[in-house]
């Protein structure tokens, strides 16, 4: 088959927008072959591009030359064709496609490409294994419903581009190649040539700049910017990731959260047609926790947990009451009509329980003449019905108790809540429900480094109220931050920031850092703190959740054009790879274990 070239032929219209109104007229459309049907004297072929599909007929009697060219077309060529637009006969429209009325009746063919047999259908299930499709991602983006999350990916961008944009924000680029600013993850170093010994790292973020650009008076900054941590792959996460990150000067937590909650609002509207009821409701950390949990609820369904450890201190019941002894906590969720969960489904709960390290769960069920449970027996009649008053339980309903230290019971039932809400189907697609979660802790103790760690970052500011505890009590310090969670999934995170150089420096010395650690890895901030920092806040959303969350995916790779493979690899191109000795000796660099670099270097 010969290629022809496209000559002075002229698209008049792309594979997705021919409609009854265009019958009649002449048309030139070019795309993909998606699929063939061969009917003998007639040939159907639904031709493709990223706007849709639309019916091709080439009609043996009507024009024999592009018939016979038609009938050697394969799946994924790519072609040209001249023809007019028509109406499909009665009862062969289909409802299903936008251009489903129309079929263009060939005149011309002209094939502009072969494609070799493609290592998966591009038109049909999902069948080949992630791999595959990765290392053919350019395969696997032709798929219509991928083409649907980059265009809406595109939407949404420019969405919040055009809002931030009248809010008076201005985006700014920061750098790529930076000094690593601590955001709890490991660092992607580039090594320098110019300066051999010493690295570039990639930003975790543009926390530092964001807020020099705070110092240098631009007063509402935003970019929708890379960010790359190197951290261990866990589910759904990607070593390089978008975040749509935003500061402003002269404002508080109320400025930023207002402006998050107004552009969220704007957008599910605007993009999906969505009204999200504004102000959002805020959980302070602590209520959340005791409430759900979780510093992410999902507070799409309630099913909140109950602190019972009063009604237990002194029951006969040994593991609550030693529990208690101990300085534990007995909660418990409610489970409305749980009642006929089977023991067996109940046992599958186990892991739920365990992952969060709680030792163990125990359940009731609450029917006519009784609790049928193995913790009856040791219960008085008050105890229970002063349990079932303070969970509003009626018949038929399920109780299930974690009595262990507060935190692993919190987690415990914040994940049985989520795994119930699941088997009952109490989560409704489509729905979208917002929420803050504010003043989480400012500090945290790590055992692996034996000092006290930031929660967000060092440049959190303290809850003015509590900053008398920052050296006699520094974990109960809270911090004036705010994370977004959306259905369950935190999208962002941020603060108001520490501004004034003498806080700073009282925060760093609470972090254990010395004053040549400070001047070593954040002395150009200090300095910058010294010449006039105004009052400043921001946040940062997680780009890729939002937008996978918008477009109903279940994974943020399927809102990433060229997202990295469960290893950190790119598939496509097969990077990280080997490079040439010359490479690292310009570097000044070798490798450790030779076993690396066979090949190249
Ligand atoms: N830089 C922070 C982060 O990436 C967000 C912020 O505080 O604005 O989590």
């Known amino acids: 088959m010969s290629i022809d070239t496209i000559g002075d032929w002229e698209r008049t219209n792309d594979c997705g927008s021919l409609r009854k109104e265009d019958i009649g007229r002449g048309a030139v459309l070019m795309g993909w072959v998606h699929r063939r049907r061969d009917l003998g004297r007639l040939i159907f072929i639904d031709l493709r591009d990223r706007f849709g599909l639309t019916q091709i007929v080439f009609d043996e009697e009507a024009d024999p030359e592009s018939h016979n060219k038609a009938a050697i077309l394969r799946n994924e060529w790519v072609i040209a064709i001249k023809g007019e637009v028509a109406a499909r006969l009665a009862g062969q429209e289909n409802p299903e496609l936008p251009t489903g009325d129309i079929e263009v009746k060939a005149k011309e063919l002209k094939v502009l490409n072969e494609s070799a047999i493609p290592p998966f259908q591009v038109d049909g299930k999902i069948d080949a294994s992630e791999n595959l499709r990765l290392k053919y991602r350019y395969l696997e983006l032709r798929r219509p419903a991928l083409v649907h999350n980059l265009v809406m990916r595109h939407e949404i961008a420019l969405h919040i581009r055009n809002f931030l944009s009248g809010e008076g924000f201005m985006e700014v680029e920061t750098p790529a190649l930076t000094k690593s600013t601590p955001e709890g993850a490991r660092d992607y170093l580039v090594p320098s040539r ?3 010994g010493l690295f570039y790292a990639l930003p975790q973020s543009p926390q530092l700049f964001k807020q020099l650009l705070m110092m240098a008076g631009f007063n509402r900054y935003f970019q929708i910017v890379k960010c790359f941590r190197d951290e261990d792959l866990r589910a759904d996460r990607q070593p390089e990731f978008t975040q749509v990150d935003l500061e402003m000067s002269f404002t508080n937590e109320r400025g930023v959260m207002g402006v998050g909650e107004a552009m969220m609002a704007d957008l599910f509207s605007a993009v999906l047609g969505v009204q999200i009821p504004r102000p959002f409701p805020v959980l302070e950390y602590s209520d959340a926790i005791d409430s759900y949990g979780s510093d992410k609820p999902d507070i799409r369904f309630n ?10 201190a002194s029951s006969s019941f040994k593991l609550f009451s030693s529990t208690i002894e101990k300085g534990g906590l007995v909660k418990a969720i409610r489970i409305e009509d749980g009642a006929s969960f089977s023991r067996k489904e109940l046992d599958s709960l186990d892991s739920s329980v365990t992952n969060s390290g709680a030792k163990g769960m125990v359940w009731a069920k609450l029917r006519f003449e009784g609790w049928q449970s193995s913790v009856a027996k040791y219960l008085t009649p008050e105890t229970t019905h002063a349990v079932e008053e303070r969970l509003g339980g009626k018949e038929g309903d399920l109780i299930l108790f974690v009595a262990d230290k507060a935190q692993q019971a919190n987690q415990a039932l914040g994940n049985l809540r989520i795994e119930m809400a699941k088997r009952l189907g109490l989560i409704k697609k489509g729905g979208y429900s917002f929420v803050w979660v504010t003043r989480f802790p400012l500090l945290e103790y790590s055992d ?5 760690v930031a929660v967000h970052h060092p440049f959190t500011a303290p809850l003015e109220e509590d900053i008398f505890l920052l050296d006699e009590r520094p974990e109960e310090v809270r911090a004036r931050s705010y994370d977004l969670v959306l259905n369950g999934a935190e999208i962002g995170g941020g603060s108001v920031r520490v501004h004034t150089l003498e806080l700073q420096n009282r925060i760093f010395r609470v972090l254990g850092l010395s004053e040549e650690e400070v ?3 954040f002395g150009f901030f200090i300095e910058a703190l010294g010449y006039g920092a105004p009052p400043h806040a921001g946040i ?9 969350i918008m477009v109903g995916a279940d994974s943020i790779r ?14 496509v191109t097969n990077a990280p790879s080997k490079v040439y ?8 660099l070798s490798l450790i274990d030779p076993g690396i670099d066979t090949d190249f270097s």
Do not use: S, Y
Request: proline share 2%.
């Open 194 to 196: 110019v300066n051999k």
């Open 303 to 312: 099913m909140e947990l109950v602190d019972l450890t009063n009604l237990f």
């Open 448 to 452: 692996e480094e034996g000092r006290f």
């Open 519 to 521: 001047q070593e890895k």
């Open 540 to 548: 940062a959303l997680g780009f890729d959740r939002l937008v996978a």
């Open 558 to 571: 399927d809102v990433i054009a060229f997202p990295k493979t469960q290893r950190a690899t790119c598939a």
């Open 581 to 588: 000795k010359e490479q690292l000796t310009e570097l000044g």
